[in-house]
Nanobody, 122 residues
């Protein structure tokens, strides 16, 4: 089975860059028709899709976060990463990585990491 696990610091200071890594096992991040997503959930709010890196390395971002977001991958380690720059306390959330079956127009997140809490505070 596919498993995903987020890792990275749980506390980030305002104005710094939030950096998380998702390690994938049980499936390759280069397998056709799959894409690898970052999603977050601020306290008391709903899920917010942040962006995705597809199996071919192409990236797509939420318009509201595009200017601050970068998703990259290391295929040799079967990992993909999130960088969110210039963070504020509004970026405090549980951050999830997830696999998506992506064959337009279908986009379905079928496997999720457990999530990791990131707090932005000085």
């Amino acid at each position: 089975q596919v498993q995903l696990q987020e890792s990275g610091p749980g506390l980030v200071k305002p104005s710094q860059t939030l950096s998380l890594t998702c390690t994938v096992s049980g499936g390759s991040i280069t397998t056709r028709n799959y894409a690898w997503s970052w999603i977050r959930q601020p306290p008391g709010k709903g899920l917010e899709w942040m962006g995705v890196i597809a199996y071919d390395g192409s990236t797509y971002y939420s318009p509201s976060l595009k200017s601050r977001t970068s998703i990259s991958r290391d295929t040799s380690k079967n990992q993909f990463s999130l960088q969110l720059s210039s963070v504020t306390p509004e970026d405090t959330a549980v951050y999830y990585c997830a696999r998506a079956l992506w064959r337009f127009p279908r986009y379905e997140c079928d496997y999720w990491g457990q999530g990791t809490q990131v707090t932005v505070s000085s």
